[in-house]
């Protein structure tokens, strides 16, 4: 069964086009993150599903009820706004009852509904504060009890982590992940943080310019990225960018082998690979045969950082960056000749 | 800190007292002309006693203060709430309208306002005057709760719909509570433009049936006595007692608190 | 009647209100009121302010742009312009200091009944007729008034101190009568502001000044300037307080205009004054809320 | 009194909502036909409340007031509320102007039975006629000259007011016609008619050092006096009465060698009066001799238009010293000025008010 179905939404803002053609489901009881850049218009998409914006074209279901033209009050959603949106005149417990005395619950009935969401979130007893006298943390606990104790078809967040530093973020992820497991709603998520998307992710949605360009499980997406602007937000990315001849593609005079499926001879093609997936050698070292790939380049700059070294290499015109792990403490040095190889399966072909 | 910000709020006070108390006091000082050395006297409290004209006027100028009060702060709240909760084209045109009724000097609007209302067929008297202070004090009511909304997040009513309360709901339960020292300020505010309005009301009055400021503006030209001092005294001190009595006996959190 | 009920126990989906409508419902009373008894009215001025005489009794009605000359035909007018200027400068200036540190230690001095009491104390002075106040005002700081008296009381050969019928004496009148608008605009816009913006700017290392103009100032801009508006807006055009306070030296733009309407009954030039003040008002305020918008956003 | 207020309550808001939807029932009060309403100055003689009782109690004629503080506000008054006034006092100097607005009715004397003791020089005085026809009963004239505390030398001249001696210790009146008049003098011209204004405006402008305040009011002048702000001042002939009898300061009125502005009050009718009859009676009343002598020694007032009333004051009084039957004569009165000339005279007034300032 489908939690929620955006079905050819598109939204426009006087000229500027926001949303074209999202059709996308959420699966119930998943966990989907929408990823994408300020501007890529998945903070519209998310209050389209809300209620909160009408879409120009297109329409939105809930738990399989068409909601387009049902106001937000009457859609039965759960939200989690960036800044809490904690109502500071109401204590907490009033706060988190807010929606059940909306839904015709209250009293005791409410008050033991509020006490469950609140030991969920693990802040049991805290009902009668003020959500003045909480930590930032808190509140943000007190808010999510708020969106979950009336069991909403579809939990919304948006950016619900931003404004928390990072040690209180982590931790966050860590509850919200086990919260949303014990609750099994579907969520959607909202952020710009690629990290969180992929820790607390069921999918990953990529929004780019208004539309998704992919959405998967966080590894397929990771290790399998439809676009150049997916592999490059999600992760970092080396573009080779050449000409396919006999099935392979030549690019600096190498030809590289790629397990993808490629256009015929003489087409233009862009394959991306992941810096951590490039193994790097001196030119003069004994060669290690059981990859398919092999390149010589030579090393621009190092960055240093300890557990991990940054090489920013050259290859004839080309610009290339690997990852690797610091094993024998000793980094090769700036203007050393190298060979860069890696496996076939991990040249990925990319749309422009 | 604290306690040096407790001095500085008690000078700011004793800078806005200071006149009031040399008017209560020159209420009861027996010179005509406010001279001095000081000279206790009551006599001033017994003209005024007697003066029907006065007394009238001063109950004619509290109701009509209520009057504005309430009508300015309801219709200058719902048009607060869509010039700055909602966006549409002539937004900035409609705020910059409420210009002119605090920029113009009162004496040409209370001049166009005779002229215009003679015009219209809507004449003088109380009901003028109540038309001329509620439109007067609209745009202090709007300026000061647009404040008040400027900095009130707009999400706490979003968080409100989306927990299932429709507009009306969200506004009544949440936005109000919250704005309500907005509110509370601006119904003051539109309190004091209408009481202490004398111009428009000099054109706006009828013979016969005028304010206590009309009566005091009035009495520039030839008597300004110490009754007006009198009459000031008994004024101020009767609304401080009910303002300070209601604030006491509100329900907490009415101007004071936002949370 | 039990309500309609959606589902989920929800109030059931009506049909919505479009938008403009009801932006439209909650401006249409405020505006036609301010329509009807302002705004036309002030319009019929502004057509008179294109006449040659006030277009009352039996006078041809002719029309003309002389009266937007009077600055080039009467240049004193550009000194006693200027002189407005100024004391509208200088009133907001002193509102804004005082108001906003007086709306400041309200808000994080003081709490509960005392804050709300205190406030109330604050506005109170505003309900006494302003021109009880003015004269007040001039028995308090006339030679041999109250403050000398008090000053004498110390020391009794002190000189006077007196300094009624100067433009010091103007602006005190003024910032008087209008400080209460800049306390509270400044109070509403603080009250706003979270205990806990300002504990994490301090744990970071914040002082006190960094606190105030990086922190409280900026939150507190849009009380900033509705008080500015709601003070310099009104005090340009002032002609109680510069009349009784000012003396010889008390001609304002305010007192010129007034003198328009009441001595001269020259209608067109009194109102061509007070909108060719109006357009520098708005001017002043279209640059100076830019200039404040540019530097909020850095 | 909560019935009262209770009803007043429900007129506002009646009168708000009848307004709003375009009717105008509840506008303006309700009109009785023994009601009369008369314009004027405040505190100006037809309010004194023991003469209202005294006329009332005659003629069962009830009088309600409204004033003005302009004269050009009583114009725009009387203009814009037909129908509501029935006496208006007029300066002499603005009668023609409004009966050539066809604001005022046409008055015959032999109706005013006490009209017979006015002074001819003022009854006939031909500013109060328009083609002929008399629109106004002449009730008080005064002076405009210089008051100056007692104990200090009379000044001569109108050029005291540039005095060295008096530095910082003038108030001037404000008011363009006065003011220009007396620059008038000092120049050697016709007050009613300067023909060099930059003359009269290097005389005004020459005062400056000594100029500590101008006056616009009775009540800010004796305030201003009383607290020994200055010692002489450009005033009014009535206010000197006034100020000496009923508040005791020290002062005393002097007409300088140029002599005096002066100036007539009238009584008028406006056209539109819905009671001309009972407005009759009531200027009758105030040109009656037994009235001015009680105002005038009771109160202190201008000086009457009927030399009867002014030989019933005692010889010694103060309004007789200081309105010599003379000055009827020799003064001369504020004459109706033409619109360019009003305007000349108050851009110029503005001009050196400015100056002042600056």
């Not at chain 3, 006077?160 to 306390?183: E, K, Q, R």
């Given at each position: 069964?489908?939690?929620?179905?955006?079905?050819?939404?598109?939204?426009?803002?006087?000229?500027?086009?926001?949303?074209?053609?999202?059709?996308?489901?959420?699966?119930?009881g998943?966990?989907?993150?929408?990823?994408?850049?300020?501007?890529?218009?998945?903070?519209?998409?998310?209050?389209?599903?809300?209620?909160?914006?009408?879409?120009?074209?297109?329409?939105?279901?809930?738990a399989?009820?068409?909601?387009?033209?049902?106001?937000?009050y009457a859609r039965n959603i759960g939200m989690v706004f960036?800044?809490y949106a904690l109502f500071p005149h109401m204590s907490v417990a009033a706060n988190v009852g807010f929606g059940l005395g909306r839904r015709g619950i209250r009293g005791k009935a409410a008050r033991a509904q509020v006490e469950e969401a609140l030991e969920m979130v693990r802040l049991p007893g805290f009902g009668a504060r003020h959500p003045k006298q909480l930590s930032?943390g808190q509140q943000q606990r007190v808010a999510l009890a708020r969106a979950i104790v009336i069991r909403p078809d579809v939990l919304l967040l948006?950016?619900p982590?931003?404004?928390?530093?990072?040690?209180?973020?982590?931790?966050m992820?860590?509850e919200l992940l086990r919260i949303q497991r014990e609750s099994g709603l579907t969520t959607?998520?909202?952020?710009?943080?690629?990290?969180?998307?992929?820790?607390?992710?069921?999918?990953?949605?990529?929004?780019?310019?208004?539309?998704?360009?992919?959405?998967?499980?966080?590894?397929?997406?990771?290790?399998?990225?439809?676009?150049?602007?997916?592999?490059?937000?999600?992760?970092?990315?080396?573009?080779?960018?050449?000409?396919?001849?006999?099935?392979?593609?030549?690019?600096?005079?190498?030809?590289?082998?790629?397990?993808?499926?490629?256009?015929?001879?003489?087409?233009?093609?862009?394959?991306?690979?992941?810096?951590?997936?490039?193994?790097?050698?001196?030119?003069?070292?004994?060669?290690?045969?059981?990859?398919?790939?092999?390149?010589?380049?030579?090393?621009?700059?190092?960055?240093?950082?300890?557990?991990?070294?940054?090489?920013?290499?050259?290859?004839?015109?080309?610009?290339?960056?690997?990852?690797?792990?610091?094993?024998?403490?000793?980094?090769?040095?700036?203007?050393?000749?190298?060979?860069?190889?890696?496996?076939?399966?991990?040249?990925?072909?990319?749309?422009? | 800190?604290?306690?040096?910000?407790?001095?500085?709020?008690?000078?700011?006070?004793?800078?806005?007292?200071?006149?009031?108390?040399?008017?209560?006091?020159?209420?009861?000082?027996?010179?005509?002309?406010?001279?001095?050395?000081?000279?206790?006297?009551?006599?001033?409290?017994?003209?005024?006693?007697?003066?029907?004209?006065?007394?009238?006027?001063?109950?004619?100028?509290?109701?009509?203060?209520?009057?504005?009060?309430?009508?300015?702060?309801?219709?200058?709240?719902?048009?607060?709430?869509?010039?700055?909760?909602?966006?549409?084209?002539?937004?900035?045109?409609?705020?910059?309208?409420?210009?002119?009724?605090?920029?113009?000097?009162?004496?040409?609007?209370?001049?166009?306002?005779?002229?215009?209302?003679?015009?219209?067929?809507?004449?003088?008297?109380?009901?003028?005057?109540?038309?001329?202070?509620?439109?007067?004090?609209?745009?202090?009511?709007?300026?000061?709760?647009?404040?008040?909304?400027?900095?009130?997040?707009?999400?706490?009513?979003?968080a409100a719909m989306s927990l299932g309360s429709?507009?009306?709901h969200a506004?009544?339960r949440v936005?109000?509570?919250?704005?309500?020292?907005?509110?509370?300020?601006?119904?003051?505010?539109?309190?004091?433009?209408?009481?202490?309005?004398?111009?428009?009301?000099?054109?706006?009055?009828?013979?016969?049936?005028?304010?206590?400021?009309?009566?005091?503006?009035?009495?520039?030209?030839?008597?300004?006595?110490?009754?007006?001092?009198?009459?000031?005294?008994?004024?101020?001190?009767?609304?401080?007692?009910?303002?300070?009595?209601?604030?006491?006996?509100?329900?907490?959190?009415?101007?004071?608190?936002?949370? | 009647?039990p309500p309609?009920v959606g589902a989920a126990g929800l109030p059931?989906?009506?049909?919505?209100?479009?938008?403009?409508?009801?932006?439209?419902?909650?401006?249409?009373?405020?505006?036609?009121?301010?329509?009807?008894?302002?705004?036309?009215?002030?319009?019929?001025?502004?057509?008179?302010?294109?006449?040659?005489?006030?277009?009352?009794?039996?006078?041809?009605?002719?029309?003309?742009?002389?009266?937007?000359?009077?600055?080039?035909?009467?240049?004193?007018?550009?000194?006693?312009?200027?002189?407005?200027?100024?004391?509208?400068?200088?009133?907001?200036?002193?509102?804004?200091?005082?108001?906003?540190?007086?709306?400041?230690?309200?808000?994080?001095?003081?709490?509960?009944?005392?804050?709300?009491?205190?406030?109330?104390?604050?506005?109170?002075?505003?309900?006494?007729?302003?021109?009880?106040?003015?004269?007040?005002?001039?028995?308090?700081?006339?030679?041999?008034?109250?403050?000398?008296?008090?000053?004498?009381?110390?020391?009794?050969?002190?000189?006077?101190?007196?300094?009624?019928?100067?433009?010091?004496?103007?602006?005190?009148?003024?910032?008087?009568?209008?400080?209460?608008?800049?306390?509270?605009?400044?109070?509403?816009?603080?009250?706003?502001?979270?205990?806990?913006?300002?504990?994490?700017?301090?744990?970071?290392?914040?002082?006190?000044?960094?606190?105030?103009?990086?922190?409280?100032?900026?939150?507190?801009?849009?009380?900033?300037?509705?008080?500015?508006?709601?003070?310099?807006?009104?005090?340009?055009?002032?002609?109680?307080?510069?009349?009784?306070?000012?003396?010889?030296?008390?001609?304002?733009?305010?007192?010129?205009?007034?003198?328009?309407?009441?001595?001269?009954?020259?209608?067109?030039?009194?109102?061509?004054?007070?909108?060719?003040?109006?357009?520098?008002?708005?001017?002043?305020?279209?640059?100076?809320?830019?200039?404040?918008?540019?530097?909020?956003?850095? | 009194?909560?019935?009262?207020?209770?009803?007043?309550?429900?007129?506002?808001?009646?009168?708000?909502?009848?307004?709003?939807?375009?009717?105008?029932?509840?506008?303006?009060?309700?009109?009785?036909?023994?009601?009369?309403?008369?314009?004027?100055?405040?505190?100006?003689?037809?309010?004194?409340?023991?003469?209202?009782?005294?006329?009332?109690?005659?003629?069962?004629?009830?009088?309600?007031?409204?004033?003005?503080?302009?004269?050009?506000?009583?114009?725009?008054?009387?203009?814009?509320?037909?129908?509501?006034?029935?006496?208006?006092?007029?300066?002499?100097?603005?009668?023609?102007?409004?009966?050539?607005?066809?604001?005022?009715?046409?008055?015959?004397?032999?109706?005013?039975?006490?009209?017979?003791?006015?002074?001819?020089?003022?009854?006939?005085?031909?500013?109060?006629?328009?083609?002929?026809?008399?629109?106004?009963?002449?009730?008080?004239?005064?002076?405009?000259?210089?008051?100056?505390?007692?104990?200090?030398?009379?000044?001569?001249?109108?050029?005291?007011?540039?005095?060295?001696?008096?530095?910082?210790?003038?108030?001037?009146?404000?008011?363009?016609?006065?003011?220009?008049?007396?620059?008038?003098?000092?120049?050697?011209?016709?007050?009613?008619?300067?023909?060099?204004?930059?003359?009269?405006?290097?005389?005004?402008?020459?005062?400056?050092?000594?100029?500590?305040?101008?006056?616009?009011?009775?009540?800010?002048?004796?305030?201003?006096?009383?607290?020994?702000?200055?010692?002489?001042?450009?005033?009014?002939?009535?206010?000197?009465?006034?100020?000496?009898?009923?508040?005791?300061?020290?002062?005393?009125?002097?007409?300088?060698?140029?002599?005096?502005?002066?100036?007539?009050?009238?009584?008028?009718?406006?056209?539109?009066?819905?009671?001309?009859?009972?407005?009759?009676?009531?200027?009758?009343?105030?040109?009656?001799?037994?009235?001015?002598?009680?105002?005038?020694?009771?109160?202190?007032?201008?000086?009457?238009?009927?030399?009867?009333?002014?030989?019933?004051?005692?010889?010694?009084?103060?309004?007789?010293?200081?309105?010599?039957?003379?000055?009827?004569?020799?003064?001369?009165?504020?004459?109706?000025?033409?619109?360019?000339?009003?305007?000349?005279?108050?851009?110029?007034?503005?001009?050196?008010?400015?100056?002042?300032?600056?």
């Amino acid at each position: 069964m489908s939690g929620v179905d955006v079905t050819g939404v598109a939204k426009s803002y006087g000229a500027t086009r926001v949303l074209t053609d999202i059709t996308q489901s959420f699966e119930s009881g998943t966990f989907t993150s929408l990823l994408g850049p300020s501007g890529s218009g998945k903070t519209t998409l998310l209050r389209i599903v809300a209620g909160f914006v009408a879409p120009d074209e297109g329409s939105v279901r809930i738990a399989g009820a068409d909601v387009t033209g049902v106001p937000v009050y009457a859609r039965n959603i759960g939200m989690v706004f960036q800044s809490y949106a904690l109502f500071p005149h109401m204590s907490v417990a009033a706060n988190v009852g807010f929606g059940l005395g909306r839904r015709g619950i209250r009293g005791k009935a409410a008050r033991a509904q509020v006490e469950e969401a609140l030991e969920m979130v693990r802040l049991p007893g805290f009902g009668a504060r003020h959500p003045k006298q909480l930590s930032g943390g808190q509140q943000q606990r007190v808010a999510l009890a708020r969106a979950i104790v009336i069991r909403p078809d579809v939990l919304l967040l948006d950016e619900p982590l931003s404004a928390l530093d990072r040690r209180l973020r982590q931790e966050m992820q860590v509850e919200l992940l086990r919260i949303q497991r014990e609750s099994g709603l579907t969520t959607i998520f909202v952020t710009h943080d690629q990290e969180e998307a992929l820790t607390l992710s069921d999918k990953v949605a990529i929004l780019d310019r208004g539309r998704i360009v992919q959405m998967g499980r966080p590894a397929e997406v990771y290790e399998r990225p439809r676009t150049k602007f997916a592999a490059e937000f999600l992760g970092d990315a080396n573009f080779l960018t050449g000409i396919v001849r006999a099935g392979r593609v030549e690019i600096a005079g190498a030809a590289i082998a790629t397990e993808d499926r490629l256009p015929p001879d003489g087409a233009t093609v862009t394959l991306a690979v992941r810096p951590e997936k490039i193994a790097i050698r001196p030119a003069d070292a004994a060669g290690s045969g059981a990859l398919e790939n092999s390149l010589p380049a030579t090393v621009a700059s190092v960055i240093y950082t300890g557990t991990a070294l940054t090489y920013m290499l050259r290859s004839g015109d080309l610009s290339l960056k690997v990852f690797a792990q610091n094993s024998d403490g000793s980094p090769l040095a700036e203007g050393s000749a190298v060979v860069l190889s890696w496996a076939a399966r991990h040249s990925v072909s990319v749309e422009g | 800190m604290t306690s040096l910000a407790r001095i500085f709020l008690g000078l700011v006070l004793v800078f806005l007292y200071l006149p009031i108390v040399v008017m209560a006091a020159m209420g009861f000082n027996a010179s005509p002309l406010y001279a001095l050395p000081f000279d206790f006297s009551t006599h001033w409290y017994e003209e005024l006693a007697g003066n029907g004209r006065l007394i009238e006027a001063g109950w004619n100028s509290i109701w009509l203060a209520v009057l504005t009060a309430v009508i300015a702060t309801a219709l200058g709240t719902l048009a607060a709430l869509a010039l700055w909760r909602r966006t549409f084209r002539g937004r900035a045109i409609l705020r910059i309208l409420l210009l002119p009724p605090i920029a113009i000097p009162w004496l040409i609007t209370g001049t166009a306002m005779l002229v215009f209302f003679f015009w219209t067929g809507i004449g003088r008297g109380l009901h003028a005057m109540l038309i001329g202070h509620v439109a007067l004090a609209i745009p202090y009511v709007v300026l000061v709760v647009g404040t008040g909304l400027q900095t009130l997040r707009a999400d706490l009513e979003e968080a409100a719909m989306s927990l299932g309360s429709t507009p009306i709901h969200a506004f009544f339960r949440v936005t109000l509570p919250l704005l309500m020292p907005s509110i509370v300020g601006a119904a003051l505010f539109a309190f004091a433009v209408s009481l202490d309005q004398f111009v428009i009301s000099y054109f706006l009055s009828v013979p016969g049936m005028t304010t206590l400021p009309v009566e005091i503006y009035s009495a520039i030209r030839k008597g300004f006595t110490p009754e007006i001092n009198a009459i000031s005294t008994i004024l101020l001190v009767a609304s401080m007692i009910v303002i300070l009595g209601f604030a006491r006996f509100a329900r907490p959190g009415g101007i004071g608190e936002r949370s | 009647m039990p309500p309609e009920v959606g589902a989920a126990g929800l109030p059931a989906t009506r049909r919505r209100m479009p938008p403009w409508l009801a932006t439209a419902a909650l401006l249409l009373p405020s505006y036609a009121w301010l329509t009807l008894a302002v705004l036309l009215p002030l319009t019929a001025m502004f057509v008179f302010s294109f006449l040659h005489a006030t277009p009352l009794g039996n006078k041809p009605v002719v029309w003309t742009l002389e009266q937007y000359r009077a600055f080039h035909d009467q240049p004193y007018l550009l000194g006693v312009a200027w002189t407005s200027l100024a004391i509208g400068l200088w009133t907001t200036g002193i509102c804004a200091v005082v108001g906003f540190a007086a709306a400041l230690a309200l808000v994080r001095a003081t709490a509960g009944r005392t804050r709300e009491t205190l406030l109330i104390l604050v506005l109170l002075p505003f309900w006494t007729n302003g021109l009880v106040r003015v004269f007040s005002w001039t028995m308090v700081i006339r030679e041999g008034g109250f403050l000398d008296v008090f000053v004498r009381w110390f020391w009794p050969s002190a000189p006077s101190l007196g300094f009624l019928y100067t433009t010091p004496a103007i602006v005190l009148g003024l910032v008087h009568g209008y400080l209460p608008y800049m306390v509270l605009t400044c109070y509403i816009a603080l009250l706003s502001i979270d205990d806990a913006v300002i504990e994490a700017a301090q744990s970071l290392g914040a002082r006190w000044w960094t606190v105030l103009f990086k922190i409280l100032v900026p939150l507190a801009a849009p009380g900033l300037v509705t008080g500015a508006i709601l003070i310099f807006v009104p005090v340009i055009g002032a002609f109680m307080e510069p009349r009784i306070l000012g003396g010889r030296v008390g001609v304002t733009m305010g007192t010129v205009i007034e003198d328009q309407f009441t001595q001269a009954f020259n209608w067109p030039l009194g109102s061509a004054l007070a909108f060719t003040m109006l357009a520098v008002v708005l001017a002043v305020f279209a640059t100076f809320s830019g200039v404040l918008r540019r530097s909020a956003a850095t | 009194m909560l019935k009262l207020t209770r009803r007043r309550t429900l007129a506002l808001m009646g009168g708000g909502l009848a307004t709003l939807s375009g009717s105008k029932l509840l506008v303006g009060p309700a009109r009785a036909a023994d009601r009369i309403t008369v314009l004027n100055w405040q505190g100006y003689g037809t309010d004194e409340s023991w003469a209202l009782e005294a006329f009332t109690a005659d003629t069962g004629i009830e009088v309600v007031h409204d004033y003005f503080n302009s004269e050009a506000e009583m114009l725009t008054k009387l203009r814009t509320n037909p129908g509501v006034y029935d006496v208006v006092l007029i300066n002499s100097a603005r009668s023609q102007q409004a009966a050539g607005e066809d604001l005022l009715t046409p008055l015959d004397l032999s109706n005013f039975p006490n009209a017979e003791g006015l002074a001819p020089a003022l009854r006939d005085n031909a500013y109060l006629k328009t083609d002929g026809t008399l629109y106004g009963v002449s009730w008080v004239w005064g002076m405009n000259a210089l008051a100056i505390r007692d104990g200090m030398d009379e000044p001569e001249s109108y050029a005291a007011l540039a005095a060295p001696e008096y530095r910082n210790e003038v108030a001037l009146f404000d008011d363009a016609v006065t003011m220009i008049g007396i620059g008038a003098f000092l120049s050697g011209q016709d007050m009613n008619d300067p023909q060099d204004l930059d003359k009269v405006a290097e005389q005004l402008k020459a005062m400056k050092p000594n100029v500590k305040l101008l006056w616009s009011s009775e009540d800010q002048w004796n305030k201003a006096f009383s607290a020994g702000e200055f010692d002489l001042s450009v005033y009014w002939s009535g206010a000197a009465v006034r100020s000496q009898r009923k508040f005791k300061l020290p002062l005393h009125f002097v007409v300088p060698k140029e002599g005096a502005i002066g100036w007539l009050d009238s009584l008028s009718i406006p056209a539109t009066s819905q009671n001309p009859e009972a407005a009759q009676k009531f200027i009758n009343y105030m040109i009656d001799p037994k009235f001015y002598v009680e105002w005038a020694t009771k109160v202190g007032a201008p000086a009457s238009a009927n030399e009867k009333a002014m030989e019933e004051l005692p010889a010694d009084d103060l309004n007789r010293e200081i309105h010599k039957p003379e000055y009827i004569e020799t003064m001369t009165l504020m004459a109706p000025l033409p619109d360019d000339r009003r305007t000349a005279f108050n851009n110029l007034w503005q001009e050196v008010k400015a100056f002042y300032a600056a």
